[in-house]
């Protein structure tokens, strides 16, 4: 494997900046793919090294969001006579691709770290899902990240204006890139939008054709591929880990694999930017803490009705607003539980150091 300088890599004066704060003889590295007990890193200037978190770190983290991910850069002691590193310290996250763990838990599934652009494909055949497409939206822009639209298999298809007028009308401005990964048509104005030292992500469901895409993009058969079910076209995960690939162009471009299902964490922010059009008329409603359901002199139910909203767009956003209304109450019982169970240690704490003093 080639040696990369830390620029080649994505370091920045963001990451720069941290070090005064740690010992000169940490090294640097970047998280490139995440196994069950440790780490592939790359390290600028070496190569690929295995490397372990310290009993420390695994320590004093929280839940698993707070230990090394796929993008991360670490502080390592690197031991060059094994070709292996350990994980000192973290250093801070510019930001993260998170979602919701699947179930219950309210707790955030840390996708990817300090990524400038998520690559959004979805395939023109039975794969392309425009709430699906709706709802990665609010994903990306709620975690500050910009997006771009990736429709692969455009060899497939005759009536392109069946796909981006719908996406025009309930997205806006929003980049989308037209291609075909399998039949290498189309990837110039994708590969422009790859600087060097930059961050992507590649997120889509299976069959979406991101192992064909990023092979191309790699100009390698470097990622195994699969073929699609006839009836539905959903793939196999041919992708079962997170894992970093250095582009011939200089960028980085992470791949992830298959997400069928994408569940949110805190849509607010990301809400307004996607569905504008509605925010912009709620301003206009009778009341201030209109729901836009009932009320009368609901701006919005009036341009629903005018048509003026499209009724997708309007049971997208009542859905993602319920949702993330949901995601908040967790959170704040979460909140509520964790301090309750410290409060009842800290009492607890307290009276041990009065039964001891008694004692003496």
């Known amino acids: 494997m080639k040696n990369y300088t830390e620029e080649e890599l994505g370091w920045n004066s963001f990451l720069e900046n941290q070090l005064s704060a740690f010992p000169s003889t940490f090294v640097a590295g970047r998280i490139s793919s995440e196994n069950k007990n440790n780490y592939r890193l790359l390290l600028p200037g070496v190569g690929e090294v295995m490397a372990e978190c310290t009993g420390k770190l695994l320590f004093n983290a ?197 997400t069928r299902e994408l569940q949110l964490l805190s849509t607010k922010d990301s809400l307004t930017e996607t569905f504008d059009q509605i925010s912009e008329l709620a301003y206009d409603c009778r009341y201030k803490d209109c729901t836009h359901t009932v009320e009368a002199g609901c701006a919005v139910l009036e341009a629903l009705d005018d048509g003026v909203i499209p009724e997708l767009a309007y049971e997208n956003y009542l859905k993602l607003r319920n949702e993330d209304a949901y995601m908040e109450s967790r959170t704040d019982q979460k909140a509520f539980l964790e301090k309750k169970a410290q409060d009842k240690k800290l009492h607890k704490q307290i009276r041990n150091i009065y039964k001891s003093r008694k004692q003496r």
């Open 62 to 258: 929280l839940d698993k969001s707070e230990l090394p991910k796929v993008g991360d850069w670490v502080l390592v002691t690197y031991f060059p006579d094994e070709n292996k590193a350990l994980i000192m310290e973290l250093l801070e996250r510019r930001n993260t691709l998170s979602r919701k763990v699947a179930g219950e838990i309210t707790e955030a599934q840390v996708m990817a770290t300090h990524v400038d652009k998520v690559l959004i494909v979805q395939g023109l055949d039975d794969n392309f899902n425009l709430n699906r497409l709706i709802r990665s939206m609010v994903l990306v822009r709620e975690c500050g990240i910009i997006p771009l639209i990736v429709l692969n298999k455009a060899d497939l298809i005759t009536d392109m204006d069946a796909y981006l007028n719908p996406i025009q009308e309930h997205l806006g401005d929003v980049k989308v890139m037209v291609l075909s990964a399998l039949n290498d048509q189309g990837l110039e104005p994708l590969e422009n939008e790859i600087n060097a030292g930059e961050t992507l992500v590649l997120l889509g469901s299976s069959g979406a054709g991101k192992s064909t895409l990023l092979n191309r993009l790699l100009g390698e058969q470097t990622v195994t591929t699969g073929a699609v079910r006839a009836g539905d076209a959903k793939g196999r995960h041919t992708t079962t880990r997170r894992e970093m690939h250095i582009l011939p162009n200089g960028g980085i471009l992470i791949d992830t694999p298959g």
